[in-house]
Structures are given as C-alpha cells and as structure tokens.
Nanobody, 120 residues
Framework: QVQLVESGGGLVQPGGSLRLSCAASGSIRRINAMAWYRQAPGKQRELVAFITSGGSTNYADSVKGRFTISRDNAKNTVWLQMNSLKPEDTAVYSC??????????????WGQGTQVTVSS
C-alpha cells in the first residue's frame, strides 16, 4: 500500500502565496515522476506541474513564472510553491506519483486533495 499525505492548502488573498506539500510512504522502491493537478468546480482536472526523478520540470502555461515544483527524493516528498495567486487558481489540488512498487511494474497513486481558495 502507498499513501500520499498532502498539506498546505487554505484561504489566501489575491497576490498571496501558499506552499503545498505531499509526502509518499509505503511500499515504494522508486518514484519516477511527481505531479500536481487541480480541479476547479465545474471544470476538468488539469495538470499544473510535474517533476521527473532527475529534476526536470514542466508547468501549465497558466502558472508559469508563479508556481515552482520541487522534490526531495530521499524523503519521497514533492512541494508546490505558489506565488502571486489569482482567484482563478482556486481549486482542489492533488498530488500524483508514478512509482515502482514491490511488483517492479509502474504504478500510480493520488493524494486526497487539498483545497486552495484565493479570495479577498
């Protein structure tokens, strides 16, 4: 079993910052990509950012220059630093990992989601 525990969501004013974290634990041999997704009410889930095991990153155009994804491979943890937040960033943010477990085949796991609300 693999568990992802997220934290760091909340209510913030426009222009503010939040830092999300996601820690993975359980039967993990290696984590490949780690990512953050978000889903706003009435909208489809979208990929916000991902980071490979080697540290390469990619971002949605809507967050480039404002959000930064990072990871600690030793701690199986990924963060999302969100700056200059806008009301349109309001959504439930979920972390996702692609990992190798005890079965040696790639698997996927999701966090429970954390609410981010940007409002004055």
């Amino acid at each position: 079993q693999v568990q992802l525990v997220e934290s760091g969501g909340g209510l913030v004013q426009p222009g503010g910052s939040l830092r999300l974290s996601c820690a993975a634990s359980g039967s993990i041999r290696r984590i490949n990509a780690m990512a953050w997704y978000r889903q706003a009410p009435g909208k489809q889930r979208e990929l916000v950012a991902f980071i490979t095991s080697g540290g390469s990153t990619n971002y949605a155009d809507s967050v480039k220059g404002r959000f930064t994804i990072s990871r600690d491979n030793a701690k199986n943890t990924v963060w999302l630093q969100m700056n200059s937040l806008k009301p349109e960033d309001t959504a439930v943010y979920s972390c996702n990992i692609n990992f190798i477990g005890t079965g040696w085949s790639p698997q996927e796991a999701w966090g429970q989601g954390t609410q981010v609300t940007v409002s004055s």
